[in-house]
């Protein structure tokens, strides 16, 4: 008897992974964080398509820096969701990209907020500047409420996660061996 046979009737190929449509999943983007990041999309793109129809500008500065930071804003958003739907998830790990959006996230809502009152300062006050910067102001909120989100859970993680004993003290019945030996 050969050892080929054997070890051929036993033994099974290696089950390979699913293979996911595109590579995408939503495993790591669900509930609140879905849907947060769909509404930034969705605004910051409104906010750039209302701000390119704007035909006649007095002081075009401000419009200019609006564009930009719309523009800006959501090809981010859309990069940070191709982040969180791919493989590349895993590949920079979950605490990094953590950073990195909340970072991220933190800069857009700032600076869209920035940009929205300029432009309300300095637009002519056409129906679709005005549009435009409603758009960037909710934009802005959609960004911001995913920061002040995340770190209300962060807080809270790290509230539940404390030791009951946070002075360490030696007589605490966690530092006892389990094991008493005589």
């Known amino acids: 008897?050969?050892?080929?046979?054997?070890?051929?009737?036993?033994?099974?190929?290696?089950?390979?992974?699913?293979?996911?449509p595109f590579g995408c999943t939503l495993r790591h983007l669900w509930g609140w964080r879905l849907l947060i990041k769909a509404l930034q999309a969705l605004l910051s793109l409104l906010a750039v398509i209302c701000e390119e129809i704007v035909e006649n500008c007095i002081n075009c500065d401000g419009l200019y820096f609006f564009e930009f930071t719309s523009c800006s804003a959501f090809l981010l958003s859309l990069l940070i969701l191709c982040v969180y739907c791919t493989d590349?998830?895993?590949?920079?790990?979950?605490?990094?990209?953590?950073?990195v959006n909340r970072w991220t996230m933190s800069a857009i809502g700032?600076?869209?907020?920035?940009?929205?009152?300029?432009?309300?300062?300095?637009?002519?006050?056409?129906?679709?500047?005005?549009?435009?910067?409603?758009?960037?102001?909710?934009?802005?909120?959609?960004?911001?409420?995913?920061?002040?989100?995340?770190?209300?859970?962060?807080?809270?993680?790290?509230?539940?996660?404390?030791?009951?004993?946070?002075?360490?003290?030696?007589?605490?019945?966690?530092?006892?061996p389990l094991n008493k030996q005589s």
């Open 110 to 176: 700032v600076c869209f907020l920035i940009a929205s009152i300029v432009l309300a300062v300095t637009s002519s006050e056409s129906a679709v500047e005005k549009t435009a910067y409603a758009f960037g102001f909710f934009a802005s909120g959609a960004f911001s409420a995913e920061v002040i989100i995340e770190c209300f859970h962060s807080r809270k993680q790290n509230v539940d996660g404390c030791s009951e004993n946070p002075a360490n003290t030696r007589s605490a019945t966690e530092n006892q």
């Open 1 to 20: 008897m050969e050892n080929g046979d054997v070890y051929n009737e036993t033994t099974e190929p290696q089950a390979k992974p699913p293979r996911r």
């Open 88 to 99: 590349v998830y895993e590949t920079f790990g979950e605490d990094k990209v953590q950073r």
